[in-house]
């Protein structure tokens, strides 16, 4: 692949995510060559400081300049959510392939102008769904598919976490409805995703959104709050096109919790369960054994996993996130350079912020709603 110039908006721990993946991308998987070009920030100090520590040619608090930049062929977007379609469709428009954040974008309407404005362009783009780059849950696929687990019964995800637990959290743009829905579109995006990712489609859902924290203050330490209209906990169960059903929670005042992304699928032959907390492990639980040997089975990840065996060469010395990230950005480097696209792209992203909205609706009418 030739050189292709980077540029990250944004500085904070997802752009710092991106960095770190582009970085690594090209001493394991050999072949992919991005160079770290420009980074945005609208703090010019942040933008300054992450060139230094992260190894950006140059900075900008502009991102307009890095959008237009002729040296930039690729731009990430790490920014909320609620800017994601202006710069999107100015990166579009300037013939940039685009790596975004998760959600893509506050409302359906909005994902679907950024979709089809893409692909229109021919460019290629790619969202941050990094959990489902784990080797592990492309196993857990492919024994999906084969038929290894019989008929699928049911499914159960959840995607807990506690970094909004604390009452006095201020407001932020986290809990801003103009950006969108709370923890189902900031982390119940993910284990939707995943749902797709091993199941399919979901047609139908029907939904119960609740909010916990009534309100947040203004400003760290600030006396006055400001009523929070979004969700901490959203409740779903969901049909899937392939005719089993399954609930999905989302929870991100789950005291406690820092990283619980999971689910268990039961089928006729057999059971899956996963948790991101031990992201190394799937657990398999095959019928009709020998009943003195029934169990689960732990599978650790390891070299045969490919590409576990990119980043390390004996089994049980773990990935981690920033190695998932890798493996999103080498996937989106290769389709780049015109192999294979696995994505998620903008099309699937779109896919998924239509569960939220209909989600969301729902909720608020207390009754199933398709996904249409």
Known sequence: MRQIGIGVIGTGFMGKAHAFAYRAVSSTFPGLRPELEIVADVNEAAAERAATQLGFRRYTDNWQDLVADPAIGIVSITTPNIFH?????????????????????????????????????????????????????????????????????????????????????????????????????????????????LLGPIDEVIADLETVVKSRPIAPGASERRTVEVDDIARLTVRFARGCRGTIEANWVATGRKMQLGFEINGTKGTLVFNQERLNELHFYQAGRDRRHEGFLKIEAGPQHHPYGLFCVAPGHQLGFNDLKTIEVADF????????????????????QKIVDTAVESSRERQWKAVS
């Not at 480097?333 to 779109?350: C, K, M, N, Q, S």
């Open 333 to 352: 480097l290769t389709a780049i350079d015109g192999g294979e696209h696995h994505g998620p792209d903008f099309r699937e992203a779109y896919e998924i």
């Open 85 to 197: 379609r202006e710069m999107a469709l100015a990166a579009i428009a300037a013939g940039k392939h685009i790596h975004c954040e998760k959600p893509l974008a506050p409302s359906t309407a909005e994902a679907r102008d950024m979709m089809e404005a893409s692909e229109a362009a021919g460019v290629v783009t790619q969202v941050g769904y990094n959990y489902i780059k784990n080797p592990l849950l492309g196993l857990a696929r492919e024994m999906i598919a084969s038929g290894e687990l019989g008929e699928i019964t049911g499914f159960r995800g959840i995607h807990a976490e506690d970094y909004m637990a604390n009452p006095d959290e201020p407001y932020s743009w986290r809990v801003d409805p103009t950006g969108g829905a709370g923890a189902i579109a900031d982390i119940g995006s993910h284990i939707i995703g995943m749902a797709r990712f």
